[in-house]
């Protein structure tokens, strides 16, 4: 990408101000229009805090620890508990979704990527932390096209409603990482378990901050973004 910038640049540079100047108000405008899609797909301020019966299909890779599982699921159907359906327009396409006390609820799976699941939750819009210095979580859950964030109702336990079909790059992908992530938990019994993944397939979800401080501290915490990337275009050859 850098280089494709560069040489872009390079060949504007060659060219009249009014190319340079159609170039930047082009870009200005995408821009806009992306940061436009992106905002409208927001849940909006009247459905926050409201429950929902979602069915979905569970994308990109589920996280869990000993209190919750944590995983995206793209929005298929939704209705309020009271059996009314929200407009389309009104609702998010993406959801976050924590799923406390799993272990209680006696179910031998948890979402994996690729399958079809209903779940009762409550939902909120997003929001950010009014510290400007502080990470702003806002505008981090929009980058990823996040809607809204919710929780699994405790008094109900999701249902899987489909198995996973593997009919698209990304899922294959998803699942591939996921597999190879529990298999390394499971055969490494060792802190450092969390790291391993974070190597091999660029998935940092398991690192805790007593892992990440020593990281920062010695300089090595940005090997855990190039990792994985680089990993996984090896892995295409």
Same mark, same amino acid.
């Given at each position: 990408?850098?280089?494709?910038?560069?040489?872009?640049?390079?060949?504007?540079?060659?060219?009249?101000?009014?190319?340079?100047?159609?170039?930047?108000?082009?870009?200005?405008?995408?821009?806009?229009?992306? &940061?436009? #899609?992106?905002?409208?797909?927001? !849940?909006?301020?009247?459905?926050? +805090? @409201?429950?929902? *019966?979602?069915?979905?299909?569970?994308?990109?890779?589920?996280?869990?620890?000993?209190?919750?599982?944590?995983?995206?699921?793209?929005?298929?159907?939704?209705?309020?508990?009271?059996?009314?359906?929200?407009?389309?327009?009104?609702?998010?396409?993406?959801?976050?979704?924590?799923?406390?006390?799993?272990?209680?609820?006696?179910?031998?799976?948890?979402?994996?990527?690729?399958?079809?699941?209903?779940?009762?939750?409550?939902?909120?819009?997003?929001?950010?932390?009014?510290?400007?210095?502080?990470?702003?979580?806002?505008?981090?859950?929009?980058?990823? &096209?996040? #809607?809204?964030?919710?929780?699994? !109702?405790?008094?109900?336990?999701? +249902? @899987?409603?489909? *198995?996973?079909?593997?009919?698209?790059?990304?899922?294959?992908?998803?699942?591939?990482?996921?597999?190879?992530?529990?298999?390394?938990?499971?055969?490494?019994?060792?802190?450092?378990?969390?790291?391993?993944?974070?190597?091999?397939?660029?998935?940092?979800?398991?690192?805790?901050?007593?892992?990440?401080?020593?990281?920062?501290?010695?300089?090595?915490?940005?090997?855990?973004?190039?990792?994985?990337?680089?990993?996984?275009?090896?892995?295409?050859?």
């Amino acid at each position: 990408v850098p280089l494709g910038v560069g040489a872009l640049s390079l060949l504007l540079l060659r060219h009249s101000s009014a190319v340079r100047t159609g170039a930047f108000l082009a870009g200005t405008v995408y821009a806009m229009w992306v &940061g436009h #899609g992106y905002l409208a797909q927001q !849940l909006s301020l009247e459905l926050s +805090q @409201k429950e929902f *019966r979602v069915n979905g299909k569970v994308v990109g890779l589920p996280s869990h620890d000993e209190q919750k599982v944590r995983f995206l699921i793209d929005v298929h159907h939704v209705e309020t508990l009271d059996q009314s359906s929200p407009s389309d327009h009104d609702f998010p396409s993406k959801l976050q979704i924590s799923w406390y006390d799993y272990k209680r609820a006696n179910t031998q799976t948890m979402p994996r990527p690729g399958e079809y699941w209903q779940m009762d939750v409550r939902l909120k819009t997003p929001r950010g932390f009014v510290n400007k210095e502080g990470f702003d979580y806002q505008a981090w859950l929009i980058r990823r &096209g996040i #809607g809204a964030t919710g929780y699994v !109702l405790r008094s109900t336990v999701p +249902q @899987k409603i489909a *198995r996973a079909t593997a009919n698209d790059p990304y899922t294959v992908i998803s699942r591939a990482r996921y597999s190879l992530r529990e298999w390394v938990m499971s055969v490494t019994n060792s802190s450092v378990a969390p790291v391993l993944v974070a190597l091999l397939i660029g998935d940092s979800s398991g690192l805790t901050p007593d892992i990440w401080e020593p990281m920062r501290q010695s300089g090595t915490s940005h090997l855990i973004a190039i990792s994985g990337l680089h990993v996984g275009f090896v892995s295409l050859f």
